[in-house]
C-alpha cells in the first residue's frame, strides 16, 4: 500500500501540486500584507475623508441611532481593489518567472518551380500541380 501511494504521488504529479498550493498560499500572503501595510494606505490618502472603507448605506437605525443594518458598499470596494491588485500582482511575478516554451521550428519546405506553391523538402510531386519538384 505504501508503494502504491509513493507512485500515486510521483505519476499524478500530487506532491508538486501540493508544494504549488502550499507556496501559494505564502505567495498570497505576502501579496495580501503588500496590498492592506503598504498601498491601501497610500491610496487612502489621495480619497476624500480618509476612512472610505467604513462607508455605508444605512438601511435601518435603532433606537439610539446606531445602524442596526446597512450596507457596507466602502468594505466591499475595498475588496475589490485588494483583489485586482493582487491578482495584478501574482500575474506579474508569474509571468517573470514562467517563461514560454519555444515553439518547435518549422519542417523544411520548398517552393514548387511551376506553381509556387510551398511542397515539403522530401515531396517529389507538387500537391498543387502535380509536376515533379
Do not use: H
Not at 508544494?19 to 500572503?29: D, E, L, R, T
Not at 439610539?64 to 511575478?93: C, W
Amino acid at each position: 500500500m505504501l508503494k502504491e501511494f509513493k507512485e500515486f504521488l510521483l505519476k499524478t504529479n500530487a506532491l508538486a501540486l501540493a508544494v504549488g498550493v502550499i507556496i501559494g498560499a505564502a505567495v498570497g500572503k505576502v501579496v495580501s500584507s503588500l496590498v492592506s501595510d503598504i498601498l491601501m494606505p497610500v491610496i487612502g490618502l489621495f480619497v476624500p475623508g480618509g476612512a472610505w472603507r467604513e462607508a455605508a448605506i444605512v438601511l435601518k437605525a435603532k433606537a439610539d441611532g446606531t445602524p442596526a443594518a446597512q450596507i457596507t458598499y466602502g468594505a466591499f470596494i475595498g475588496s475589490v481593489i485588494d483583489f485586482v491588485i493582487i491578482a495584478l500582482v501574482v500575474f506579474l511575478i508569474t509571468k517573470s518567472l514562467l517563461k514560454p516554451a519555444p515553439a518547435p521550428p518549422a519542417p523544411p519546405t520548398k517552393e514548387c518551380p511551376f506553381c509556387r506553391e510551398t511542397v515539403p523538402a522530401a515531396a517529389t510531386k507538387c500537391r498543387a500541380c502535380a509536376s515533379a519538384v
